[in-house]
């Protein structure tokens, strides 16, 4: 079984830095891309940013030059560097990974419990 654990949220000023980490554990898996959701208050999660093991990455348009994923899958972690914050991107962050059990065909989606991002105007 794949369990996900989030760190680094927290309060930050509008135009804030912050850098979330997730950490995957468990045995006899593989890791295809892993990824963040961003959850605003009332509203439903939506993808903010993935990474594939071959380095390739997605953005959603609104983080775009403001957000960095970055994957090191060997130690089966991915990293957000959030930067220039803005108070639409408060809400609870979510990691996911997207697994593959050896032998097996068919991938998995894993959730982290989420991370809180306060982001005051």
């Known amino acids: 079984q794949v369990q996900l654990v989030e760190s680094g949220g927290g309060l930050v000023q509008s135009g804030g830095f912050l850098r979330l980490s997730c950490a995957a554990s468990g045995s006899g898996f593989s890791i295809e891309n892993m990824g963040w959701y961003h959850q605003a208050p009332g509203k439903e999660r939506e993808l903010v940013a993935t990474?594939?093991?071959?380095?390739?990455?997605k953005y959603a348009d609104s983080v775009l030059g403001r957000f960095a994923i970055s994957g090191e899958f060997r130690k089966k972690m991915v990293n957000l560097q959030m930067g220039s914050l803005k108070p639409e991107d408060t809400g609870v962050y979510y990691c996911?990974?997207?697994?593959?059990?050896?032998?097996?065909?068919?991938?998995?989606?894993?959730w982290g419990q989420g991370t809180q991002v306060t982001v005051s105007s």
């Open positions: 990474i594939n093991t071959d380095g390739s990455s």
């Open positions: 996911y990974a997207e697994t593959r059990r050896y032998g097996r065909t068919n991938l998995r989606m894993s």
